[in-house]
């Protein structure tokens, strides 16, 4: 799965490289939308608030809109899911109730510098309470886009208010030789030449089941990071052993 990620760039760099023409937020008292929600992070956690790119359903055009990270099902009777929603397993796309319907009609793009996965430790190492996260990114470190799949939940909060809740998740994949060994997934990363194709709605014969693949393992790299404490730069300086 993947639990973390960072992102080097803020609003004017995103809309930069996704072509985007304005920013879609919805529901600003639920979000309590202001511009750090924007800004870089350097380690963005699950049920935190994140741009998200996405076509406007009105216009065609694609939009920045900030969603939470751990997708609510519309079908859901709380704005909470009941189970781990942060990552969309890619091969029960067609298959979840879950993901089915995002799945095919509501396909996002999440932008990222960099995600973080740890290595499985040894009951020694779980009694000792260590942690082995690696950073993963692409090979020149630039901005990319994971592959996503957005709902939109609509109901009543404890004070009876009518909200909004727009969520995503993440998919992932089979990992490649980069990750394998130390993880067992790899989100999945869309290629700029696909943006277009992977946000435009489509036929259910023509969805676009073979973007959804591998990374070549020759465009990424890893390497072994410290504890992820607090959300700076320091957080992807290699381990002096590793």
Not at 21 to 45: G, K
Not at 144 to 156: E, N, T
Not at 213 to 239: C, D, F, S
Request: hydrophobic share 35%.
């Amino acid at each position: 799965m993947c639990g973390r990620y960072g992102r080097r760039a803020d609003k004017q760099r995103i809309a930069e490289w996704f072509h985007t023409h304005n920013t879609d937020v919805f529901n600003d008292e639920y979000y309590e939308i202001n511009s750090t929600r924007l800004a870089p992070s350097y380690n963005i956690s699950p049920d935190s608030i994140q741009p998200v790119v996405r076509l406007d359903r009105d216009t065609g055009e694609r939009v920045l809109a900030l969603m939470k990270w751990g997708l609510v099902p519309y079908w859901s009777k709380t704005p909470k899911a009941n189970f781990s929603s942060i990552n969309a397993r890619s091969d029960k796309l067609e298959s979840s109730g879950a993901w089915r319907e995002p799945w095919k009609h509501r396909r996002c793009l999440i932008p990222a510098n960099f995600f973080f996965e740890w290595e499985p430790l040894t009951k020694e190492e779980e009694k000792r309470k260590l942690s082995k996260p690696w950073a993963v990114s692409l090979s020149d470190d630039g901005l990319f886009a994971f592959g996503g799949i957005y709902d939109r939940w609509k109901g009543l909060n404890e004070n009876n208010n009518e909200i909004i809740v727009e969520s995503f998740s993440i998919i992932t994949t089979d990992p490649n030789e980069v990750l394998e060994p130390f993880h067992n997934r790899c989100p999945l990363i869309i290629e700029p030449k696909d943006y277009e194709r992977w946000l435009a709605p489509a036929e259910p014969s023509d969805l676009p089941i073979d973007l959804v693949r591998t990374y070549p393992a020759e465009e990424m790299k890893a390497w072994r990071v410290i504890k992820l404490q607090g959300n700076g730069p320091h957080l992807l300086e290699p381990l002096a052993d590793s």
